[in-house]
């Protein structure tokens, strides 16, 4: 008995369903072949490793590549900084972006952005109580000398405020990554 093969071409052109496509057992060994051939090249020889990823922050990909540049420019402003301090910097800023886009902020840099959403989120609700300027002017007057208070009022203000933007800028962040799925795999230095 002999078998009939049919191909797509074969299927008559007026609708009717021809009968189902049928390989013989040596079609299907070199289909087989060919394809474990072609994987065989295409694979592990043909596969390039492009970029490393060193963390996620949720579904997002921190490569190895932007860590390193981030890493030599954080060097330049605090030389000697650890690999681990650099990462966790660099998902805190991506973090306060991602927060940033959120409230549509936009800006030419994302320094610029991320300086717009600290000043929104948390710069504007700080404000520092003369009685506190006062008290920090009498702890610290050996530094001040003779200068009157009404003198240096606005450099103390400015860092009373300033110290006060670092402490809840802090506890932002924390709650960010609280909310963030993170997973760190840098690699050792």
Not at 56 to 84: H, V
Not at 145 to 157: C, F, L, M, N, S
């Amino acid at each position: 008995m002999q078998e009939r093969y049919t191909s797509a071409s074969d299927t008559p052109s007026d609708g009717r369903v021809s009968q189902p496509v049928r390989y013989t057992p040596a079609v299907l060994l070199a289909l087989t072949l060919l394809l474990t051939l072609t994987a065989a090249v295409l694979g592990p020889a043909g596969a390039e490793v492009i970029d490393r990823v060193v963390a996620f922050i949720d579904d997002e990909a921190i490569t190895l590549a932007d860590f390193e540049q981030y890493m030599s420019s954080a060097e330049k402003l605090t030389p000697g900084i650890s690999r681990e301090t650099a990462i966790n910097a660099l998902i805190n800023r991506r973090l306060l972006l991602r927060a940033a886009k959120r409230i549509r902020l936009r800006g030419k840099t994302d320094d610029e952005i991320i300086q717009e959403y600290v000043d929104i989120k948390v710069r504007v609700f700080i404000k520092i109580p003369p009685e506190e300027i006062e008290r920090f002017y009498n702890e610290n007057r050996d530094r001040f000398g003779e200068t009157p208070v009404g003198d240096v009022w606005d450099d103390i203000e400015r860092l009373l405020r300033e110290r006060e933007v670092n402490r809840r800028l802090r506890k932002h962040i924390e709650r960010l990554r609280e909310e963030a799925y993170i997973k760190i795999n840098l690699p050792p230095s």
